[in-house]
Nanobody, 113 residues
Framework: QVQLVESGGGLVQAGGSLRLSCVVS????????MAWYRQAPGAQLELVAL???????NYADSVKGRFTISRDNIKKTLYLQMNDLKPEDTGVYYC???????WGQGTQVTVSS
């Protein structure tokens, strides 16, 4: 059974930074594409960033240049470095393993203005 556990969320002022982590167990992490999603209050789930097994990345236009997705295949961990945070980045952030469609429990990010 694939399990994903996120951490690193919190409360930060606008312009600040956070780094989210997602530790994966129960799968061959290095072979899988991974993604970060977020859901703001009252909004739909949004794809934030994606990274494939080769390290190729894609980002939502709203986070390009501010967020960086990365992975450590030895530690089986996915990261999301978030810089220059804005109040509109507030939401619950989830990691997802694409091939198994497995999701973490989410971590709350709140950006104050």
């Amino acid at each position: 059974q694939v399990q994903l556990v996120e951490s690193g969320g919190g409360l930060v002022q606008a312009g600040g930074s956070l780094r989210l982590s997602c530790v994966v167990s129960g799968s061959i992490f290095s072979l899988n594409s991974m993604a970060w999603y977020r859901q703001a209050p009252g909004a739909q789930l949004e794809l934030v960033a994606l990274i494939n097994r080769y390290g190729n990345t894609n980002y939502a236009d709203s986070v390009k240049g501010r967020f960086t997705i990365s992975r450590d295949n030895i530690k089986k961990t996915l990261y999301l470095q978030m810089n220059d945070l804005k109040p509109e980045d507030t939401g619950v952030y989830y990691c997802r393993e694409i091939q198994s469609d497995s999701w973490g429990q989410g971590t709350q990010v709140t950006v104050s203005s």
